[in-house]
Nanobody
């Protein structure tokens, strides 16, 4: 069974920094891509950033230049470095991973979410 476990959320002041981590565990063949999404109260879940196994990254316009996604392939872990955070970054952040299982089927997995609150 595959699990994505997030950590690093919390309360931070505007202009500050926070680093989120997400580790994938369980039985799978490899990770194709990992991403961070977020969902603020009353809003739809949105993509924040993604990274492929080859290191290609993609960012939402709202976080470009402030957030950096990276991954440690050896540890099956993805990170989101959040700098110069703003109150509008307040949301529950979810880790997402596209994994190829041992039967070579590709499946989409989600973490449980971690709250990020930015105070003004």
């Amino acid at each position: 069974q595959v699990q994505l476990v997030e950590s690093g959320g919390g309360l931070v002041q505007a202009g500050g920094s926070l680093r989120l981590s997400c580790a994938a565990s369980g039985s799978f063949f490899n990770i194709i891509a990992m991403a961070w999404y977020r969902q603020a109260p009353g809003k739809q879940r949105e993509l924040v950033a993604s990274i492929t196994s080859g290191g290609t990254t993609n960012y939402a316009d709202s976080v470009k230049g402030r957030f950096t996604i990276s991954r440690d392939n050896a540890k099956n872990t993805v990170f989101l470095q959040m700098n110069n955070v703003k109150p509008e970054d307040t949301a529950v952040y979810y880790c997402n991973a596209d994994l190829r299982r041992s039967d070579l089927m590709i499946r989409d997995y989600w973490g449980q979410g971690t709250q990020v609150t930015v105070s003004s």
